[in-house]
């Protein structure tokens, strides 16, 4: 009669079940990279179009009537390059009722400033100022 072998009973992992865990830990972590890498672009473009903001208010803020911007249309503030364009325009004025107001229509300008960084636009903001006086 033969005599058998004692069974050896399997501690650990086999080389197969080790490749499996080591590839889906790689994917896990690629994954995790991409999101991360793209959550850094994201933090860095949104600095850039709050500073963008910032230029443009403060260039819209230098000015109380349209004529106060014909003196600069155009500036710097550090990297940040800004032009500002100024159309002429007649506002309707209406009563609560909707009726024209009396003295007619309000003289004012819409006033455009475009912020750039390298020559790349970033933002663009426009208001409405009024005229000291006439156009």
């Not at 009396?102 to 005229?131: D, F, M």
Request: proline fraction near 7%.
């Amino acid at each position: 009669m033969p005599v058998l072998a004692p069974a050896r009973s399997q501690r650990g992992f086999s080389l197969l079940e080790a490749l499996v865990a080591m590839a889906i830990a790689a994917i896990a972590l690629a994954s995790l990279y991409k999101s991360v890498g793209q959550g850094s672009k994201n933090v860095v473009d949104v600095e850039t179009r709050v500073e963008a903001a910032l230029v443009a208010k403060s260039a819209l803020a230098a000015g109380t009537f349209a004529e106060d911007f014909a003196r600069q249309a155009s500036g710097q503030a550090g990297d940040w390059q800004w032009r500002i364009q100024i159309a002429p325009e007649q506002i309707p004025l209406l009563e609560e009722n909707g009726r024209p107001a009396p003295g007619g229509p309000l003289r004012a300008a819409r006033v455009s400033v475009e912020v750039s960084k390298n020559g790349v636009p970033a933002a663009t903001w426009t208001t409405w100022k009024p005229y000291r006086a006439a156009p």
